[in-house]
């Protein structure tokens, strides 16, 4: 089998309440980029896959990456993944959404999901956390309250903007709903050490599943002097890019919790490679979610399915969007998706939807 053409589209598709507008420490966004890959090969096999662009349109093209893409891969094999992986010269960001595809055309090869592929299903559905943008004491009650009654047992908010912000938040999560959401909070880097060992020993009381990358990812001493001074978990995702990252998190004891994400690792083996390091380690992994589509959504909920790393509720958007651009959307039931049972990814690019959200880049 041989790939014959890559086509890579940019769409900006709109975001919903409550997940719009998602506000972090950075900006405030009411829609999401991405750029979803189509591969096609000689033998009629179709694969798709997708890889984050938010914030970065006017900085990427759309065009330049599908150019790239083709000159490199038109007449390689498809489902040598190792290879693909040892040689390919993409920016990650592309080297990821091109190997998503390469994963749903090795699944409808062989005739199985990719979670198969990945070593088998062993959890049939897979949990999803609930996110929120940064918002006030009373709207962050009234939207934990909507989460809990959709089925959802775990939220993940943003924070970071101010510390005390961030308190009145949490607080009125707990106010409003106690106990009944495990409860995660991610700065995006927006604290320096000290103040995230402040905020950390002042979210104790508030019983938190873990604080996502308060501080910067580098250097990784600093996240292991962070967990010696609260009891609050400290979990990281910024530093996650690669396996060789997260061995060394590993090794300087830096995180009670790792969250890789596909378009930072580079694709989906990466993140199952990863898990298998934290299997080892007993280290729990969560999937992060850059506002993710149909494609890699998909993606997300085959790793947690297959890998027994991903023990808790990975981290999702995908409720939030006004469409998906696939055929048929996933469905997300009482806080879980099932894992699909159709050959590779289990989804389809729906060309129409395509067109209708494209971006002209």
């Keep these: 089998m041989k790939i014959t053409n890559v086509t890579i589209t940019i769409v900006d598709v709109p975001q919903k309440p409550p997940v719009a507008p998602y506000r972090s420490q950075i900006r405030s966004t009411s ?55 040892r040689d390919c010269p993409f920016e990650v960001r592309l080297k990821s959404g091109v190997e998503m595809a390469l994963l749903d055309i090795a699944g409808k090869a062989a005739g199985v999901p990719v979670a198969v592929l990945l070593g088998g299903i062993i959890r049939p559905q897979v949990e999803v956390a609930a996110c929120m943008g940064i918002q006030t004491y009373e709207r962050a009650g009234e939207i934990a309250s909507y989460y809990v009654e959709q089925g959802f047992g775990t939220l993940k908010t943003k924070a970071g903007h101010d510390m005390q912000e961030d308190l009145e938040m949490v607080r009125g999560i707990r106010d409003a709903v106690g106990m009944r959401l495990k409860l995660r909070i991610d700065p995006n880097r927006g604290y320096d050490p000290h103040q995230a060992a402040e905020l950390a020993r002042r979210l104790e009381e508030y019983d938190l599943e873990y604080l996502e990358q308060p501080i910067p990812a580098e250097p990784l001493t600093d996240a292991t002097w962070l967990r010696r001074q609260t009891k609050t978990p400290i979990a990281l995702n910024e530093s996650v890019t690669d396996p060789a990252s997260v061995w060394e998190i590993l090794r300087l004891e830096a995180a009670d919790f790792i969250l890789p994400d596909t378009y930072e690792a580079g694709g ?94």
């Design 31 to 85: 829609t999401l980029q991405s750029a979803i890959v189509r591969v096609d090969t000689d033998e009629g096999l179709t694969g798709w896959g997708e890889h984050n662009v938010n914030f970065m349109l006017g900085q990427i093209s759309g065009r330049a990456m599908q150019r790239d893409a083709r000159q490199w891969l038109i007449g390689r094999d498809p489902l040598n993944i190792e290879k693909y992986h």
């Design 268 to 361: 989906i083996w990466p993140c199952v490679k990863i898990g298998h390091l934290c299997e080892a380690a007993g280290i729990p992994c969560i999937m992060h979610c850059g506002h993710d589509l149909g494609p890699k959504t998909a993606a997300m909920v085959h790793v947690a399915a297959a890998c027994p790393a991903y023990t808790l509720a990975n981290d999702t958007t995908y409720y939030g969007i006004v469409e998906d651009v696939t055929v048929e959307p996933l469905v997300i039931s009482r806080g879980k998706i099932a894992v699909p049972n159709r050959p590779g990814l289990g989804i389809e690019g729906d060309e129409e939807r395509l067109r209708k959200f494209a971006v002209d880049c």
